[in-house]
């Protein structure tokens, strides 16, 4: 019987990012791997940290991706390791923003121009999460 090791940290951060981005864009795994030379599962495994992604294919993914390769270590496992522990997880933040829906809330409210109407949504927000 053969051990599954779990993505590395950093691997599945980096994963995340190039995730987040393309999506940012609008842009399928398809066309992000049609871009590279490689299938959607190719970059499906490269988005879950599955497989490593080597610095030349980082170097390309960032080109496609319109952002430098240091965006995909911002904020990653071994950045500023003296965090403070009030700080929400990046994790949550990632997850949240590879999501389509954390992605679409986050760009409609992005477009809100009233503060005041901005604070009253995350009030609603928050007093339906829980969240006091």
């Known amino acids: 019987m053969q051990h599954v090791k779990a993505p590395d940290p950093t691997d599945r951060h980096v994963g995340a990012r190039v995730k987040m981005r393309r999506l940012m864009?609008?842009?399928?795994?398809?066309?992000?791997g049609g871009a590279l030379g490689l299938t959607f599962q190719q970059v499906q495994k490269y988005e879950k940290g599955m497989n490593r992604i080597g610095a030349s294919r980082l170097r390309d993914i960032a080109a496609i991706l319109q952002v430098p390769v240091s965006f995909f270590f911002e904020d990653g496992p071994l950045a500023g390791s003296s965090k403070?522990?009030?700080?929400?997880?990046?994790?949550?933040?990632?997850?949240?923003?590879?999501?389509?829906?954390?992605?679409?809330?986050?760009r409609a409210f992005l477009a809100i121009k009233n503060?005041?109407?901005?604070?009253?949504?995350?009030?609603?927000?928050?007093?339906?999460?829980?969240d006091e």
């Open 25 to 32: 864009l609008g842009m399928s795994q398809g066309k992000l």
């Open 84 to 106: 403070d522990s009030n700080a929400p997880s990046t994790d949550i933040v990632t997850s949240f923003l590879t999501s389509r829906d954390g992605l679409g809330l986050a």
């Open 115 to 130: 503060a005041k109407l901005k604070r009253a949504i995350v009030q609603l927000v928050e007093t339906l999460g829980g």
